[in-house]
């Protein structure tokens, strides 16, 4: 079945520095993908999507590409913020939106 | 508009008691959903609904069950609660046309002892 693998964290940074957040997937046909974040306390939100291959979906400074030749839609942010800190989950929607176990980031001061 | 919200936020439950989780979303979405989240496995499907007066079942509906009896609001039941249920619980919505792009509520924590 449809399936996400992200890679499991928890990821600690300083200020400024970059970060990566791996994520592939097994999917039938062409799903879309998806990184949605989740604030301390809070619920999960949309943060950026890509609906078909070779997309790049960006918001607030991450990016993610999603390249079908390596089943992967990995998050890149260029210089974290300590207001980065969050859990990221990369999901897939095909007939069901299908959730990778997140990533806990920590970005430091 | 206050998006998708859920109460109660915080609950402690003894093994056995029942309760009643409600979701309510003032977006006219057709679609409504409960997850629980659980450390290491991310999201889970409960229940969904996509419309009033229909649901089905997820990927783990065992032990709850659920009631949509207005478009707006999205009811998640346990009857008889289990330590296994301990979990954070999320209601979930989107409309017709956006299916893609879920609106989360801001969760229930569930402790069952």
């Known amino acids: 079945g449809d399936s996400v693998t992200q890679m499991e964290g928890p990821v600690t940074l300083s200020e400024e520095a970059f970060l990566t957040i791996n994520c592939t997937y097994t999917?039938?046909?062409?799903?879309?993908l998806f990184w949605y974040v989740q604030y301390p306390g809070e619920g999960l939100q949309l943060l950026l999507k890509?609906?078909?291959?070779?997309d790049k979906g960006s918001n607030k400074g991450f990016e993610a590409t999603y390249r079908k030749e390596t089943t992967s839609f990995h998050l890149e942010k260029g210089s974290v913020q300590v207001s980065d800190s969050a859990v990221y989950f990369c999901?897939?929607?095909?007939?069901?939106?299908?959730f990778g176990a997140g990533t806990t980031v920590t970005v430091r001061a | 508009n206050a998006g998708v919200t859920q109460t109660p936020k915080f609950r402690v439950l003894k093994t056995g008691q029942s309760m009643t989780l409600l979701c309510a979303q003032d977006?006219?979405?057709?679609?409504m959903y409960w997850y629980r989240q659980d450390p290491g496995m991310g999201l889970r499907l409960i229940h969904y609904?996509?419309?009033?007066?229909?649901?089905a079942k997820g990927e783990v509906p065992d032990g709850y069950n659920v009631s949509r009896l207005k478009k707006q609001n999205f009811l998640l039941g346990l009857e008889s609660a289990a330590p296994s249920q301990t979990s954070v619980y999320f209601c979930?919505?989107?409309?017709?046309?956006?299916?893609?792009?879920?609106?989360f509520g801001p969760g229930t924590r569930l402790t069952v002892t």
């Open positions: 999901a897939l929607s095909a007939r069901k939106l299908s």
């Open positions: 999917a039938t046909g062409y799903p879309s």
């Open positions: 890509a609906t078909k291959a070779d």
């Open positions: 977006m006219n979405h057709e679609y």
């Open positions: 609904s996509v419309g009033e007066g229909t649901t």
């Open positions: 979930a919505s989107h409309g017709a046309a956006g299916w893609h792009e879920q609106y």
